[in-house]
Structures are given as structure tokens and as C-alpha cells.
């Protein structure tokens, strides 16, 4: 049974720092990509970053030059560093990943900006 599970999130202060994790666990043969996803109270699910498995990465509009994503494949972990915190990154974040070709979801990690 393929599992994804997110660690890290926290509350923090307006301008802090903050680092996501999310390991998938199980009868693992191939990750490819694997994204970070967000959801604010009443809003719709977003993409925040993807990494390709050649290490390619993408990033929504509202998070470049703040945000990284990383990979460890000998983990099956990927990283969200989150830095310059905002009151408005404040969402439950997703872990989601192709996992033997098929596309797994994490059950969600808060992270609370806030003074």
C-alpha cells in the first residue's frame, strides 16, 4: 500500500521560514513527478510547485523567488522550503505524486502565517 505522508507545517510569524516534508512509503518501483498543492478555507485546491524527476521545477506565480521544491529519491521524499512567509500562504498543503504511474495524494499538512 502506497502512502504519502506530509510533515512539517506549523504556525509562524509574518516573514519566518518554514520547511515541508512529504515521504511516500509502500511497494514503491518509480516516482516521477511530484507537486505541492494548497487549499485556503473556501478557496479551490492550487499547485504551488512541481519537480520532474530529471530535477526540473515549476512554480505558481504567488510563491517564486520565495519558495523551493527539492527532492531526495533515495527518500522518496520531496521538500518544500517556504521562505518570506505571508499571511496569505496560510492553507492546508498537499502532497501528490506519480507513484508507479499512478497519482497519489497525502492527506494534508496545515501551515498558519500569523503574528
Known amino acids: 500500500q502506497v502512502q504519502l505522508v506530509e510533515s512539517g507545517g506549523d504556525l509562524v510569524q509574518p516573514g519566518g521560514s518554514l520547511t515541508l516534508s512529504c515521504a511516500a512509503s509502500g511497494s514503491i518501483s518509480s516516482i516521477g513527478t511530484m507537486r505541492w498543492y494548497r487549499q485556503a478555507p473556501g478557496k479551490q485546491r492550487d499547485l504551488v510547485a512541481l519537480?520532474?524527476?530529471?530535477?526540473?521545477?515549476k512554480f505558481a506565480d504567488s510563491v517564486k523567488g520565495r519558495f523551493t521544491i527539492s527532492r531526495d529519491d533515495a527518500k522518496n521524499t520531496v521538500y518544500l522550503q517556504m521562505h518570506s512567509l505571508k499571511p496569505e500562504d496560510t492553507a492546508m498543503y498537499y502532497c501528490n505524486a506519480i507513484i508507479n504511474h499512478y497519482d497519489f495524494w497525502g492527506k494534508g499538512i496545515l501551515v498558519t502565517v500569523s503574528a
Open positions: 519537480i520532474i524527476d530529471d530535477g526540473t521545477t
